[in-house]
């Protein structure tokens, strides 16, 4: 069956660094754009970050522009989002997701990640 499998948040510092990963199964893995979606308490659900099927395209939400790289291997299905410069607005649940015609159709359960010192 379908999984995404994300890993990689915790706890860090003002300014920190976190890389989290998403590992695939269960799809043609390639075929799918990927995002990158993140939920504060209280607040929607937000697109962070795509990336097209091949990686050819990438786009950013404004507030991690500059500060988020999103990039994926498709030789071992995974999808990555390294975050930079965290500030603490960017405390929430992370999700990754595969799109299917502009719309999320598979979802992760999500990584914490909490920016406080």
């Known amino acids: 069956q379908v999984q995404l499998v994300e890993s990689g948040g915790g706890l860090v510092q003002p300014g920190g660094t976190l890389r989290l990963s998403c590992a695939a199964s269960?799809?043609?893995?390639?075929?799918?754009?990927m995002q990158w979606h993140r939920q504060a308490p209280g607040k929607e659900r937000e697109l962070v970050a795509d990336?097209?099927?091949?990686?050819?395209?990438?786009h950013y939400a404004d507030s991690v522009k500059g500060r988020f790289t999103i990039s994926r291997d498709n030789a071992k299905n995974m999808v990555y989002l390294q975050m930079n410069s965290l500030k603490p607005e960017d405390t929430a649940l992370y999700y990754c997701?595969?799109?299917?015609?502009?719309?999320?159709?598979?979802w992760g359960q999500g990584t914490q990640v909490t920016v406080s010192s």
């Open positions: 269960g799809f043609t893995f390639d075929r799918y754009p």
């Open positions: 990336i097209s099927s091949l990686a050819h395209g990438t």
């Open positions: 997701a595969a799109d299917k015609y502009g719309r999320p159709v598979y």
